[in-house]
């Protein structure tokens, strides 16, 4: 997809995702087979339920069929949120990461996997954690410091085991 109509198309739909209290993360056009798919991905603070992807959805169709801003040609809209595993390319996707396990690419070479504890204008303090039997340690990453980021997947999460101790002892 060109730049042009990149931006177009953000100019475009950008104010509608908005106006539905979500963030426009990514917008992509992509050729499958003989058709076009218009791909765009929306978050928010609080994640994007179902129903506010159907609703953002119904939106954006009718704004793309009012304008015709994807041409004559045939394509598919796909509406949908970052996934799980998300690069954290802006500073609210490391402030939605709070309490998530992130895998970083450090600036100056080599990796580490940290949980982030908290997020500020300057950087991330984040949780490493401990092997063998070790414990824990706190480390600051400025964000000039960060090459990549992006999410992990936990099966067992630290905020799972706090919800499931928490219900347990209701339960008691």
Known sequence: MSTTQSERL?????????????????????????K????????????????????????????????NAMGDAAYDLEVGTPGAERLLTEHRHFVRATDRLVKFQLAEGGELLARILDVDDEGVDVEVPGVKGR??????????????ARVQVEF??????????LKEEEEA
């Open 156 to 165: 067992n999460r630290k905020d799972d085991k706090v919800k499931k101790d």
């Open 36 to 67: 076009r798919v218009l791909r765009v991905v929306v978050d928010s603070d609080t994640g994007a339920d179902l129903d506010a992807i159907a609703d953002v959805s119904r939106a954006l169709s009718a704004k793309l069929d009012e304008t």
């Open 10 to 34: 953000r100019e475009l739909l950008e104010p509608l995702v908005t106006s539905q209290g979500l963030d426009l993360e990514e917008i992509a056009v992509d050729s499958v087979g003989r």
């Open 135 to 148: 414990k824990a340690t706190s480390r600051r990453l400025g964000f000039p410091e960060i090459a990549r």
